[in-house]
T-cell receptor, first 112, second 112 residues
């Protein structure tokens, strides 16, 4: 299918390790979003790209979180020195100029 | 502060027993209200977008309605396969981002 894909689907990290999560948006979608979803909660906004420009990073919880989309397509969310509170599902979504955002399956991060 | 509240938190129905889920919102200016369905271990699946009070949209057994303060997701004669978490989200007008602000969801269980 031509949906949003994310990898890896599951990631286990030891506290203090760095992790990188990848998102492949729907081809041609200019907007890309990252959300964090804790167990039993709704997704919470982290950051937003329009093409390669990061227009909003107000939801990133600390300076350990960094996102990039260098060529306006694939995006990577990097978390440095992971902490237990970083354990969550990280969702990526993309959209065209129409408002609807289409989500990937998410990456479940567990920090031990 | 923009906010979304969903009720009930959980709902158990018998197959064929119609009901409604509520989404109350406060937002500085509404660009759009979105309904998503989320199955365990998967990303949210887009259902509807509503833009203005009085608007209604239907898809199979689901109908979404919108007023100035809340939205309802009506489920008519549900089937077990409708069991999922239903998420409501709003998008505020203005600003550089199209981020979604989600509620915590309603967990629906439909028993045969």
């Amino acid at each position: 299918g031509a949906g949003v894909s994310q990898s890896p689907r599951y990631k286990v990290a030891k506290r203090g390790q760095d992790v990188a999560l990848r998102c492949d948006p729907i081809s041609g979608h200019v907007s890309l979003f990252w959300y964090q979803q804790a167990l039993g909660q709704g997704p919470e906004f982290l950051t937003y790209f329009q093409n390669e420009a990061q227009l909003d990073k107000s939801g990133l919880p600390s300076d350990r979180f960094f996102a990039e989309r260098p060529e306006g397509s694939v995006s990577t969310l990097k978390i440095q020195r992971t902490q237990q509170e970083d354990s969550a599902v990280y969702l990526c979504a993309s959209s065209s100029y129409i408002n609807e955002q289409f989500f990937g399956p998410g990456t479940r991060l567990t920090v031990l | 502060e923009d906010q979304v509240t969903q009720s009930p938190e959980a709902l158990r129905l018998q197959e064929g027993e119609s009901s409604s889920l509520n989404c109350s919102y406060t937002v500085s200016g509404l660009r759009g209200l979105f309904w998503y369905r989320q199955d365990p271990g998967k990303g949210p699946e887009f259902l509807f977008t509503l833009y203005s009070a009085g608007e209604e949209k239907e898809k199979e057994r689901l109908k979404a309605t919108l007023t100035k303060k809340e939205s309802f997701l009506h489920i008519t004669a549900p089937k077990p396969e409708d069991s999922a978490t239903y998420l409501c989200a709003v998008q505020a007008a203005g600003g550089a981002t199209n981020k979604l602000i989600f509620g915590t969801g309603t967990l629906l269980a439909v028993q045969p």
